[in-house]
């Protein structure tokens, strides 16, 4: 069993930058490809970044190429997604999953979210 725990979230106006951070316990972290997606009210969830277990490999999704930026910390069991230039429509609920698979749609463990609200 994997337990995340997400934070950083806040309100922050367009232009800001923010860092999330997602702190897991349990079974072993690097184990574990790390992923953020995030849900905007009213839309579907959707991936937003990916890293895998040595942090060797990353991948983004289209509209945050740039801005957006995994890393994660295995001595700390930590992942982090910093973020820059924020948009309005970054505004949402962000979510780290973990996985045995990298890049997976459907990772094993979630965290209960944190709201990134961006005010223009």
């Known amino acids: 069993q994997v337990q995340l725990v997400e934070s950083g979230g806040g309100l922050v106006q367009a232009g800001g930058s923010l860092r999330l951070s997602c702190a897991a316990s349990g079974r072993t972290f690097s184990t574990y490809a790390m992923g953020w997606f995030r849900q905007a009210p009213g839309k579907e969830r959707e991936f937003v970044a990916a890293?895998?277990?040595?942090?060797?490999?990353?991948d983004y999704a289209d509209s945050v190429k740039g801005r957006f930026t995994i890393s994660r910390d295995n001595a700390k069991n930590t992942v982090y997604l910093q973020i820059t230039n924020l948009k309005p429509e970054d505004t949402a609920v962000y979510y780290c999953?973990?996985?045995?698979?990298?890049?997976?749609?459907?990772?094993?463990?979630w965290g209960q979210g944190t709201q990134v609200t961006v005010s223009s």
């Open positions: 999953a973990a996985s045995l698979i990298y890049r997976s749609e459907n990772p094993d463990y």
């Open positions: 890293i895998s277990g040595s942090a060797y490999t990353t």
